[in-house]
């Protein structure tokens, strides 16, 4: 029996948690598989299935690519740790179970987790399932991981100081912008329009007008066009995520800003519109493209209440 009470065969130092009830069917019919050494016998529908069908639902197609990859990578851990399972014998203290075996990465964990519960409610749709078991109160283990925070303003200017133009161009996009790296990289000179630019953001599928800055019109002014995209190699091809991640990687080093990642830069946006008076959490979900005051509050939350605080003891005086 293990240390939360759950009980266990174990064989040649493999433990495999066995069901809840020693008296019930089902228990002697794993018991007598384990002491067989049959192997999991392939249920009909099976997570396996499950995957194959959700990659083939009008809603994968609607993904961003991003998201695709990160799905892929916790599809195929599932597949290959869970795959023969029937997806209605899966419990919610079989995912807590899953979860505990990731407690030295967290982050991880939730991923998987999060992949799981997508599954689940694709068996849902299918009829293959009546409920979820990760449920809305699932308890995901707790991340040392530090609150993603905006680039700080001397550090925005060490690296328009130290950038090479080709990266020096990317940056300004992603804080001009404040839009995501993937979507920055998709933007084409014909998208322009009446001093800015329309987004079509890839994960929300949200479409946007955002107004160039001053500093950002500039710059695109005096960049030349080598493609259709704004962002390219040298040679006018479109520049990928890989190359565009490697040269912000590089000039984060040159200037101590390693724990600013690019998507910090879409905080600072929304941090200097928040801090800007007047500003209201409409006027950052303009740039942003969100729809949530609490994902409003988290990018920009900090500045915001700090302009707003200044505001109001100001006029007390």
């Not at 597949?79 to 919610?92: L, R, V």
């Amino acid at each position: 029996m293990g240390r939360m009470g759950y009980l266990y065969y174990r064989h040649d130092g493999v433990s495999h948690r066995m069901p809840d009830d020693p008296a019930s069917a089902e228990f002697a019919t794993e018991y007598a598989r384990l002491r067989s050494g049959r192997a999991v016998p392939t249920a009909k529908r099976n997570v396996k299935k499950l995957i194959d069908s959700y990659l083939a639902s009008p809603k994968w197609d609607r993904l961003a690519l991003n998201t695709q990859k990160s799905y892929r990578r916790s599809f195929n851990y599932l597949e290959e740790k869970i795959g023969q399972y029937d997806p209605a014998s899966i419990k919610p203290h079989h995912v807590y179970d899953m979860r505990d075996g990731m407690k030295d990465k967290p982050t991880t964990a939730k991923r998987r987790v999060a992949a799981l519960s997508v599954l689940m409610q694709h068996a849902i749709k299918l009829g293959w399932i009546a409920s979820n078991p990760v449920h809305a109160r699932f308890e995901h283990l707790p991340t040392n991981r530090p609150a993603r925070q905006p680039w700080p303003l001397d550090l925005i200017q060490d690296a328009r100081d130290a950038a090479n133009p080709e990266t020096l161009l990317i940056f300004e996009m992603l804080l001009g912008t404040g839009q995501r790296i993937s979507d920055v990289l998709a933007m084409q000179w014909g998208h322009i329009e009446d001093d800015g630019i329309w987004v079509t953001q890839s994960k929300t599928k949200a479409r946007l007008f955002v107004p160039f800055t001053d500093r950002l019109r500039d710059m695109l002014e005096a960049t030349p066009r080598k493609g259709l995209h704004i962002i390219t190699l040298p040679d006018g091809r479109p520049m990928k995520y890989n190359s565009a991640y490697s040269r912000m990687m590089e000039l984060r080093k040159a200037i101590g800003a390693e724990a600013y990642d690019n998507h910090a830069l879409r905080h600072a946006a929304a941090s200097e519109i928040a801090a800007l008076p007047d500003m209201t959490e409409e006027h950052v979900k303009a740039i942003t493209g969100h729809t949530s005051a609490g994902m409003v509050y988290r990018y920009s939350g900090p500045a915001g209440q700090k302009a707003r605080a200044i505001e109001a003891q100001k006029a007390r005086k």
